[in-house]
């Protein structure tokens, strides 16, 4: 695995990260609701796993790549990202 880059959930994802999970790393961005207490927002972290990029949301939302090279949303309590 190589660590590739952080940052904070709702901000402009690094130009690092690429196009392929771009747009459901947005969508969970997207989804997420605001915190009314003021919590800092969670942090996103991308690593390349054999080559595949994965961005893994501190609250366990995973963005990975399927076979077909499609993006695909998970959490790391899934039967997949076991």
């Known amino acids: 695995m190589q660590l ?4 904070t959930s709702g901000d402009e994802p690094p130009k690092s990260v690429p196009d392929s999970i771009r747009g459901a790393i947005q ?4 989804a997420m ?3 009314a207490l003021g919590q800092p927002r969670p942090r ?3 690593t390349w796993l054999e080559g595949k990029p994965i961005a893994d949301l501190d609250t366990g ?3 990975s790549l399927d076979d077909d ?8 309590s899934d039967d997949d990202f076991a």
């Not at 090279?69 to 790391?76: L, S």
């Open 44 to 46: 996103w972290t991308l």
């Open 4 to 7: 590739g880059t952080r940052w």
């Open 69 to 76: 090279g499609n993006a695909v949303v998970g959490h790391d």
């Open 61 to 63: 939302v995973i963005v």
């Open 27 to 30: 969508d969970v961005d997207t």
């Open 33 to 35: 609701p605001a915190d």
